[in-house]
């Protein structure tokens, strides 16, 4: 019998390797977080209106292409303070006649979504406190409605080239993509200077996206082109 208050053989190193990740996720998440505090509105609406035109001309483009130009499902966010404004994409989006999900939180935990159809539903986004995002003002779809989107927009604080994400802290996107389909493409949204070559510290339930979308570019991630080398989710040649 081992003694009392001694943890199983082989444990203590993964707990103390896993503290140790966690421990730099929340100072590194601490540091751009105070970044983001310093972001002027206005740059992040001009960041914005660049970031919906790349995601019409490197991103639907291609997709639509594939899928004989029909309109498209896209999980996408409502953005919050600090972050590049996503009400361009989302216009851009509805105005194509593109159906939008949008996450719904609840009490933080649960998965659901909302389905925006018009500039309407837009407009009429509930205004959350504090530094949650605006949510529908409808009834939530379940979790699995992601399973329907043809693109997936995930926010991100930081993501790495093998296309590792550091997000908030919450697991809520973890959970969440979990359900997508196997094909679509996860696309992660950040500035520019948050897309970065050393790796990012990371845990196995940790699911990397496929691509990165700054206001300056798109680029596919190495999980991205592991999936499907060479080709995007619909075997479209990479330009």
């Given at each position: ?82 972050e ?9 989006l ?107 510290p ?9 691509a ?28």
């Open positions: 019998m081992r003694p009392p208050g001694r943890a199983p053989a082989g444990r203590t190193g993964d707990m103390n390797e896993q503290e140790r990740i966690d421990t730099d996720k929340q100072d590194r998440r601490g540091r751009l977080l105070e970044a983001r505090r310093r972001i002027d509105p206005a740059r992040c609406l001009d960041a914005g209106r660049k970031l919906a035109d790349l995601l019409a001309g490197q991103v639907l483009a291609r997709i639509e292409r594939s899928l004989g130009g029909q309109s498209l499902t896209v999980a996408a966010f409502a953005s919050i303070r600090g590049i404004a996503m009400d361009p994409s989302l216009d851009l509805l105005g194509r006649g593109d159906q939008v999900l949008i996450p719904m939180l609840g009490t933080g935990t649960e998965v659901g979504w909302g389905r925006l159809q018009s500039r309407q539903d837009l407009d009429d986004m509930k205004r959350i406190p504090g530094w949650r995002p605006d949510e529908p003002d409808m009834p939530a779809l379940p979790a699995q409605a992601l399973g329907k989107a043809d693109l997936i927009l995930v926010p991100a604080l930081a993501i790495d080239h093998a296309g590792i994400r550091l997000g908030r802290g919450g697991g809520w996107y973890d959970r969440a993509l979990a359900l997508r389909a196997d094909r679509t493409p996860v696309v992660g949204i950040c500035w520019p200077g948050e897309f970065v070559e050393a790796p990012l990371h845990l196995d339930h940790d699911l990397p996206v496929d990165v979308l700054t206001p300056e570019g798109f680029t596919p991630t190495a999980a991205g082109l592991s999936r499907r080398p060479g080709t995007d989710h619909n075997g479209d040649e990479q330009g």
